[in-house]
């Protein structure tokens, strides 16, 4: 199979359940290939990272995609995502990523593990009750969903009232991230767009009215004080970015690594007794199953990667999945092992874009796998859980379990240091 019909594989339904069969096709052909002119596919780790951290390479911005694409301000949703820190290249990105930038410090994140901590051990406590009959329950739609919107939610000002709107308005809108979308789903993330822009301009008018101690306050008073730092499209589309975003992939990590810790009941065990284990153990499920399987970027200037040579002008597809199951980075790469040396997966990006949430992502899950697998003790799959056909964020449609009726006690225990693997 050479690149081009590889590529085309990994874009069809199957291809998308499970793209890692196709990713280890292409990189049969190396590192770096070209599968079509202009066109690059990179499944290499260093390759990758480089492009990530090279200033040559940057994203679609809006010249570029008035070339491509001349009427995509018709768009709600790409207008949208074109205005925010995801879509922009220094020094807009820049601009844009400081603003925000107080509010993800490592100081910050640490201070809300209380805070994640309690909420995880409530949705906790929903689903034993909701299961103790034996009654499967979806930790999709009851914990993985919940838990890192609510966080995200509280740092935004976000009313808890208005949480469950968003999981359908983020769904349909992040359907624009795909390499390859219909008319039928530009229509549906153009609705999800149109009704997050519509939620915030609400929020950004009560802020003004009353202000409070959140992300959206602080984010509305930079651009009523000063338009050019901010302006009223950024601000909307940055707030819409900062939601899905803080959620989104955090909701796939925690439906993905479930799956693979109940899937490796050795391992899983050794977590639930060693709780100090978790860093270590999601870097690992984030290599493993990556929330975030793809980006791309564009070369302003000629580069040579993997040595291939890019011209100006060419995209290259960075498969993060792929990437992140490279054996020259690491070891039997389809293995699931969370003692690995210094994974560093590329899950989260690397360089000028590298996730602003990072951090609490990590948090959250470090958080969430030591308390399920604590509390819920007989946690098991009750049947198959359902993908979602998409390849740029890859995660769970449902994915039932059962729990047991004794469930362990609230909050998380004291590392007991390190044990023997």
Known sequence: ??????????????GRLD???????????????????????????????????????????????????????????????????????P????????????????????????????????????????????????????????????????????????????????????GILEPEIT??????????????????????????????DDLTTALVQVHDADGDRLSGEELLANLVVLLVAGFETTTNLLGNGLVVLLDHPREATALRAHPDFAPEYVDELLRYDSPVQLTTRRSDAPARVGGMELPAGSWALLLLGAANRDPRRFPEPARFNPWRAQPHPLSFGAGPHYCLGAGLARLEAQVAFPLLLRRLPGLALAGT??????????GYDTLPVTVTAAVGDRGTPAGTGPATP
């Open 19 to 89: 793209p890692y069969p196709t990713y280890e096709r292409l990189r049969a052909h190396g590192p770096v290939v070209e599968a079509a002119p202009a066109f690059f596919v990179v499944t290499g780790y260093a390759e990758a990272d480089a492009i990530l951290r090279d200033a040559r390479f940057g994203v679609l911005d809006d010249d570029l995609r008035d070339n491509l694409w001349p009427g995509w301000r018709q768009s709600a949703a790409v207008a949208s995502i074109s205005r925010s820190m995801l879509r922009t290249n």
């Open 183 to 212: 008319p039928e789903d530009l229509a549906v993330a153009d609705r999800g767009a149109t009704e997050l822009s519509d939620y915030f301009a609400e929020l950004v008018a009560a802020r003004r009215r009353a202000p409070a």
């Open 91 to 174: 020094p807009d990105h820049t601009r844009l990523r400081r603003l925000a930038a107080g509010a993800f410090t490592p100081r910050r994140i640490a201070a809300m593990r209380d805070v994640v901590t309690a909420q995880a051990d409530q949705l906790i406590d929903a689903m034993a009750e909701r299961g103790r009959d034996g009654e499967p329950v979806d930790v999709m739609a009851d914990f993985a969903y919940p838990l890192p919107v609510g966080v995200i939610c509280a740092l935004l000002g976000v009313p808890p009232q208005d949480r469950p709107l968003f999981r359908r308005w983020a769904a349909d809108l992040t």
């Open 385 to 394: 859980p359902r993908r979602r056909t998409r390849l740029t964020l890859r």
């Open 1 to 14: 199979m050479d690149a081009s019909e590889a590529v085309a594989l990994l874009m069809s339904p199957q």
